[in-house]
């Protein structure tokens, strides 16, 4: 069973780290999943018998690492999944972006329309009027500023408001700032082996059953398979 990096952990909730290039769940690539990782470490620690239930809440995109909350019982997954719908959960993420986004020590917003192409698998930012077209909201701040292989970056901290579909990539690269290593997105300036530098750092949530208020924070530079980057400006 690959290594478990877990943050947090009773008998309602896990809490763990996703690593870089795995799926959350089971996809058609038949590659190892981050959910059958966790209910594997589940069966053999408690000695389960038959299947382990383990509830998905929230996703994070294959080449995205970072800190992940998983139900261990159906009622704490129907109290998170309420809690996110209501947008009591928080997340936010470090991302590397191309260029020398302003430093001005205050958040900056992002609005949005996104449309989804599924056959392609991609967004793109729309009218409103569009079929389909849902709204994307985040806010973010200008942390540090880089050079890399001659290349200038950003590197922002961001508050996801709204979870469309590749949001974060999308609207970066709409302000002409593409991550760095995200190729569908950034294809004229990042380079095929870069790894996406998008990492969810923090999470918090109220206890599904509990009175208590729970924050975890994790550092990108200590999960395997980041790119060297982040070594670099962090």
Request: charge should be positive; glycine fraction near 6%; include cysteine.
């Amino acid at each position: 069973m690959q290594d478990l990096k877990i943050l947090y952990e009773d008998n309602h909730i896990i809490v763990v780290i996703k690593p870089v290039g795995i799926p959350v769940q089971a996809d058609k690539s038949g590659d190892m999943d981050l959910l059958t990782i966790v209910k594997e470490y589940i069966k053999e620690k408690y000695s389960k018998p038959g299947n382990v239930y383990l509830g998905l809440v929230h996703r994070l995109d294959r080449m995205v690492g970072g800190v992940m909350v998983f139900a261990k019982t159906s009622k704490a997954a129907s109290r998170l999944s309420e809690y996110i719908r209501e947008k009591n959960v928080k997340k936010k993420y470090y991302a590397i972006v191309n260029g020398t986004l302003p430093i001005t020590g205050k958040r900056v917003e992002l609005k949005n329309y996104l449309v989804k192409n599924e056959r392609l698998n991609m967004s793109r930012v729309c009218s409103k009027d569009i079929k389909n077209a849902k709204e994307a909201i985040l806010e973010y701040q200008v942390i540090n500023h880089i050079t890399y292989n001659n290349k200038e970056y950003s590197l922002v901290d961001i508050d996801l408001h709204t979870g469309r579909h590749h949001q974060i990539r999308v609207q970066f690269s709409n302000i002409s700032c593409p991550l760095y290593g995200d190729i569908k997105y950034g294809q004229k300036v990042n380079k095929v082996g870069e790894n996406l530098a998008l990492f969810s750092y923090y999470l918090s949530f109220y206890h599904p059953t509990k009175d208590e208020y729970l924050e975890f924070t994790y550092n990108p530079k200590e999960v395997q398979g980041m790119d060297k980057i982040w070594s670099v400006i962090l």
